[in-house]
């Protein structure tokens, strides 16, 4: 039999300190560490277009960088600079000599990553939805996509929504039949995902008639067909009234009316593009890295669908504001 003797009080607390002091000691050295290695230089942003939340990404990205000493950043604008003029941007981008060049938007990454950049400069994006196809024909792009993990999603739903078992993917096969693959793939047992292919819009009303009765839950994905404000607004209306709760991707879904919605704060994002960028900067691997998110569930819907509120849901499910 192994004893343990139990520390008295005062002996607990020492050990305790002493503790604290190390795990102190070996943050500053992991601080120290970084900053011994991080190349001190300049860093070139470019943004897509003045929308919201690129411009709040940048703002997270200033905020790493301006408490990062020894780094000094030029912000630049795509749609300033329209048609030929963009021939003088590369230059101008050329010129600045940058050691990093930072792209938020898909519009951004393919100007950064097709022009001739100053030799030995790095290049990370974020903001941007299925990059390899964004940045076809480039080796191992890295930076921060728009894209979680289809089996991080399908747990999510599992999580927040136990009582769902049949989930619809209204989808574009052009587009997205890899992704209705891989949820199949991935999906648990006793679970299923249920396709509602469509290769139109006209097509939409029809398929959803058809397939009410066949599922739980109708999760709407990021695809060309069905990305339009007006369509969401409606698939989510005719939900509501066959009672099945719409899974959504972003805040608009959420305030639109579904009822359980993965979300970004583009702020957040546009912090952890600027630590991918630093870890760059200090001779660290290129990688591309899943988003932070959260999960919200939005209760009032849920109440008017007919489900039962959980008194707490487990992490990092939370009920929206």
């Keep these: 039999m192994i004893c343990f003797e139990i520390p008295h009080p005062d002996e607990k607390k020492r050990i305790t300190s002493a503790l604290l002091v190390v795990m102190l000691l ?3 050295w992991g601080g120290f560490s970084q900053a011994a290695g ?6 070139a942003i470019l943004i897509s277009r003045d929308i919201r939340p690129y411009v709040e990404a940048v703002e997270g990205m200033s905020a790493v960088f301006e408490e990062t000493p020894g780094i000094d950043l030029e912000v630049w604008s795509l749609d300033k600079f329209p048609d030929k003029s963009r021939v003088t941007l590369a230059a101008t981008l ?3 000599k940058a050691d990093l060049f930072l792209s938020v938007g898909p519009e951004a990454a393919r100007f950064i990553w097709m022009n001739t950049l100053p030799e030995g400069a790095e290049r ?3 903001i941007v939805l299925n990059p390899d196809q964004v940045l ?3 080796s191992s792009p890295c930076g921060v996509c ?3 993990p289809v089996q991080t999603q399908i747990d999510m739903i599992g999580r927040g929504l136990p009582g769902v078992s049949r989930i619809g993917i209204l989808y574009d096969p052009r587009y997205n039949d890899d992704f209705f693959e891989e949820a199949s793939r991935v999906v648990p047992e006793g679970k299923t995902v249920v396709p509602l292919a469509i290769s139109s819009k006209k097509e939409i009303p029809v398929v959803l008639q058809q397939h009410w009765g066949d599922v739980d839950a109708l999760w709407l994905i990021p695809d060309r067909t069905v990305i339009s404000e007006s369509i969401i607004a409606y698939v989510i209306k005719e939900s509501l009234f066959k009672k099945v709760p719409v899974i959504g991707y972003n805040r608009f879904f959420y305030d639109s009316g579904s009822a359980f919605a993965f979300v970004f704060d583009y702020e957040e994002l546009g912090r952890q593009c600027a630590r991918e960028a630093l870890t760059l900067l200090s001779g660290g691997d290129c990688r591309q890295a899943p988003p932070l998110f959260h999960v919200w569930i939005n209760t009032r819907v849920m109440k008017k669908l007919g489900f039962t509120i959980a008194e707490e849901y487990p992490f990092p499910i939370e009920v929206g504001p």
């Design 146 to 148: 728009l894209n979680i």
């Design 38 to 43: 991080l190349r001190a230089g300049r860093v």
């Design 124 to 126: 990370i994006y974020s």
């Design 94 to 96: 050329r010129e600045e």
């Design 26 to 28: 070996l943050l500053l």
């Design 136 to 138: 076809d024909g480039f």
